[in-house]
């Protein structure tokens, strides 16, 4: 029990930090905008724009938030693209061998996201990670709220709830950030996925590049 204990707990988000599909977002964004009548929008702007929830991304882009019906059908019609490109999407550098590691050494990690459940899981299935985790949750309402709420329900349900002082949040959205800062912990945040490092700086949580960087922070954090 004491090995198990030991280290930090990490609670990884999935779209944009494990799995690298910032790509294929970029891709379904702008195949969506065409659908839609908006401009095309470039990485850069997107990872300068983008935050939760996700409608006021668009206020963002479109200077006034959508109603409820234009928001249904941009969240409809971005799906479309998105969950007909995923599949090309493979893990971040790293990412499997990361999680392997931490699984021998004994450090606990699970897995939340904004993604649907019903989607995340056989998707973490195929690439061949479900097992380094003791929890999978993806969203199961409709919400497009951010993760503070959920990442409560997350940790409730661990069988060996972590202390707050043990739990560090990788993410690649200053959402992961907040959410931390909901329960208590730590965030390390990301530099590969929807956020730009300016905005992730914002937050005021450590910011880094790499995966094995935000494992090699988020021990220190909790040292």
């Not at 839609?36 to 668009?58: A, N, Q, S």
């Not at 931490?102 to 061949?128: K, M």
């Not at 959410?179 to 965030?187: P, S």
């Amino acid at each position: 029990m004491g090995k198990l204990l030991r280290g930090a707990h990490i609670v990884w988000d999935w779209n944009g930090t494990l799995l690298h599909d910032i790509h294929a977002v970029i891709d379904a964004t702008n195949a969506s905008f065409a659908e839609i009548g908006l401009d095309p929008i470039t990485l850069e702007r997107y990872r300068d724009l983008y935050c939760v929830p996700i409608p006021l991304f668009y206020e963002r882009l479109m200077g006034r938030l959508p109603t409820d019906a234009e928001w249904q059908v941009m969240d409809t019609v971005f799906h479309k693209h998105y969950w007909a490109r995923v599949d090309t999407c493979g893990l971040a550098d790293g990412a499997s061998d990361l999680l392997a590691a931490r699984r021998a050494d004994g450090r606990t990690q699970s897995l939340l996201s904004l993604a649907p459940h019903e989607h995340l899981v056989p998707i973490v299935r195929r690439h061949g990670i479900h097992e380094y985790f003791v929890r999978i949750d993806g969203r199961t309402d409709t919400s497009h709220a951010g993760k503070a709420e959920r990442m409560v329900r997350h940790l409730a349900a661990l069988q060996d709830r972590p202390d707050a002082d043990r739990i560090v949040v990788i993410g690649d959205a200053v959402d992961d950030a907040v959410a931390a800062a909901h329960v208590g912990a730590r965030a390390v945040l990301y530099t590969g996925g929807s956020h730009s490092r300016v905005s992730l700086e914002a937050a005021g949580a450590p910011v880094v590049d790499s995966l094995a960087d935000a494992v090699d922070v988020a021990e220190r954090l909790v040292a």
